[in-house]
């Protein structure tokens, strides 16, 4: 999945969740509730795969390669997104 367009969301959907993370982390909340601290590092994982992927960087480990392609990194996002719309 190396497509132009799909390197185009994965890195504008990573810096959308980074950018408000960063400039509005009070989006979030002001206390540190269980299911925001299960959600943040799901949603950053997904965040760093998109970045990776939208960069266009190809690991040669296998491993690797998946977490770091779309298949792994939008459904993380996606879920943390949710969760967080869950609390």
Known sequence: MDRPLARTVSL??????SAVLMLYPYAL???????????????????AGAFVHGFGFHPQAKALATL??????????ALGVALLWVR
């Open 29 to 47: 909340g002001t206390k540190m509730t269980p299911m925001l601290h299960t959600a943040l590092p799901v949603m950053m994982l997904g965040v």
């Open 12 to 17: 504008g959907a990573a810096l959308i969740i």
């Open 68 to 77: 770091f392609s779309p298949v792994a990194a939008w459904p993380l996002m």
